[in-house]
Protein backbone atom coordinates (compact mmCIF):
# COMPACT_ATOMS: atom_id res chain seq x y z
CA UNK A 1 0.00 0.00 0.00
CA UNK A 2 1.04 3.77 -0.49
CA UNK A 3 2.91 4.90 2.57
CA UNK A 4 3.53 8.44 3.88
CA UNK A 5 5.33 10.09 6.50
CA UNK A 6 6.06 13.77 6.82
CA UNK A 7 9.12 15.46 8.37
CA UNK A 8 10.77 18.82 8.50
CA UNK A 9 8.32 20.42 11.42
CA UNK A 10 9.58 22.63 14.18
CA UNK A 11 9.28 25.88 15.83
CA UNK A 12 10.33 29.04 13.91
CA UNK A 13 9.96 33.00 14.51
CA UNK A 14 7.90 35.02 12.47
CA UNK A 15 9.27 35.98 9.06
CA UNK A 16 11.28 32.86 9.02
CA UNK A 17 11.60 29.70 6.96
CA UNK A 18 10.78 25.88 7.04
CA UNK A 19 10.82 22.97 4.93
CA UNK A 20 8.80 20.03 5.19
CA UNK A 21 9.22 16.51 3.48
CA UNK A 22 6.81 14.04 2.44
CA UNK A 23 8.42 10.65 1.50
CA UNK A 24 6.35 8.23 -0.09
CA UNK A 25 6.45 5.01 -1.05
CA UNK A 26 3.96 2.41 -2.78
CA UNK A 27 2.35 3.90 -5.89
CA UNK A 28 1.30 1.66 -8.37
CA UNK A 29 2.83 3.67 -11.30
CA UNK A 30 5.89 6.11 -10.61
CA UNK A 31 3.94 8.64 -12.39
CA UNK A 32 0.88 8.63 -11.69
CA UNK A 33 0.39 9.95 -8.34
CA UNK A 34 -1.19 12.94 -6.33
CA UNK A 35 0.50 14.51 -3.01
CA UNK A 36 -1.36 17.26 -0.96
CA UNK A 37 -0.55 19.05 2.40
CA UNK A 38 -3.23 20.00 4.87
CA UNK A 39 -2.44 21.75 8.17
CA UNK A 40 -5.04 22.32 11.27
CA UNK A 41 -4.75 24.78 13.86
CA UNK A 42 -6.21 24.56 17.42
CA UNK A 43 -9.91 25.06 17.15
CA UNK A 44 -9.70 25.57 13.45
CA UNK A 45 -10.72 23.43 10.22
CA UNK A 46 -8.03 21.44 8.37
CA UNK A 47 -7.17 23.17 5.63
CA UNK A 48 -5.73 22.19 2.35
CA UNK A 49 -3.13 24.27 0.88
CA UNK A 50 -0.91 23.19 -1.36
CA UNK A 51 -1.03 20.22 -4.05
CA UNK A 52 1.01 18.19 -6.77
CA UNK A 53 -0.27 15.46 -8.99
CA UNK A 54 1.85 13.72 -12.29
CA UNK A 55 1.59 12.94 -14.61
CA UNK A 56 -0.06 16.67 -15.60
CA UNK A 57 2.35 18.17 -13.24
CA UNK A 58 -0.23 20.51 -12.10
CA UNK A 59 0.60 22.70 -8.59
CA UNK A 60 -1.96 24.16 -6.47
CA UNK A 61 -0.99 26.64 -3.19
CA UNK A 62 -3.65 28.69 -1.00
CA UNK A 63 -3.88 32.12 -1.22
CA UNK A 64 -2.92 32.28 2.11
CA UNK A 65 0.34 31.06 1.20
CA UNK A 66 0.65 31.81 -2.49
CA UNK A 67 4.26 34.28 -2.76
CA UNK A 68 5.30 32.16 0.73
CA UNK A 69 4.85 28.65 0.24
CA UNK A 70 6.06 26.98 -2.59
CA UNK A 71 5.87 22.92 -3.51
CA UNK A 72 8.00 20.51 -5.47
CA UNK A 73 9.50 17.35 -5.95
CA UNK A 74 12.18 15.22 -6.21
CA UNK A 75 11.45 12.22 -8.21
CA UNK A 76 14.31 9.80 -7.25
CA UNK A 77 13.68 10.54 -3.38
CA UNK A 78 9.80 9.94 -4.17
CA UNK A 79 9.84 13.04 -1.68
CA UNK A 80 7.50 15.67 -1.88
CA UNK A 81 8.69 19.13 -0.46
CA UNK A 82 6.79 21.74 1.35
CA UNK A 83 9.33 25.37 1.12
CA UNK A 84 7.52 27.89 3.24
CA UNK A 85 9.04 31.20 3.88
CA UNK A 86 8.18 34.27 5.46
CA UNK A 87 6.54 32.18 8.05
CA UNK A 88 3.39 34.15 9.73
CA UNK A 89 1.56 34.10 13.20
CA UNK A 90 -1.26 32.01 11.15
CA UNK A 91 1.10 29.73 9.43
CA UNK A 92 2.02 27.18 13.02
CA UNK A 93 -0.07 24.66 12.50
CA UNK A 94 0.28 20.82 12.79
CA UNK A 95 0.93 19.87 8.69
CA UNK A 96 -0.06 16.82 7.07
CA UNK A 97 0.83 15.05 3.79
CA UNK A 98 -1.54 13.00 2.01
CA UNK A 99 -1.51 10.89 -1.23
CA UNK A 100 -3.74 9.58 -3.92
CA UNK A 101 -2.78 6.68 -5.57
CA UNK A 102 -4.13 7.99 -8.99
CA UNK A 103 -3.19 10.71 -11.71
CA UNK A 104 -4.57 14.23 -11.94
CA UNK A 105 -5.18 14.87 -8.72
CA UNK A 106 -4.42 18.53 -7.57
CA UNK A 107 -7.49 20.57 -9.19
CA UNK A 108 -7.97 23.54 -7.40
CA UNK A 109 -7.95 23.29 -3.78
CA UNK A 110 -7.25 19.72 -2.09
CA UNK A 111 -10.04 18.10 -0.41
CA UNK A 112 -9.74 15.00 2.57
CA UNK A 113 -12.08 12.93 0.19
CA UNK A 114 -9.53 12.90 -2.55
CA UNK A 115 -6.74 11.39 -0.35
CA UNK A 116 -6.83 7.87 1.06
CA UNK A 117 -3.05 7.89 2.81
CA UNK A 118 -1.93 10.11 5.50
CA UNK A 119 0.90 10.07 7.43
CA UNK A 120 1.43 11.12 11.19
CA UNK A 121 1.61 14.60 10.94
CA UNK A 122 4.57 16.90 12.09
CA UNK A 123 4.23 20.28 14.04
CA UNK A 124 5.26 23.70 12.93
CA UNK A 125 5.28 26.41 15.89
CA UNK A 126 6.39 29.68 16.32
CA UNK A 127 8.95 31.04 18.76
CA UNK A 128 8.96 33.62 20.79
Known amino acids: EVLVAESGGGSVQAGGSLRLSCATS?????????VAWFRQAPGKEREGISC????????YLADSVQGRFAISTDNAKRTVYLQMNSLKPEDPAGYSC????????????????????WGQGTQVTLSS
Open 26 to 34: GFTYVDDWS
Open 98 to 117: AAADSPFGCNGVPGVIQYGY
Open 52 to 59: ISRPDGRT
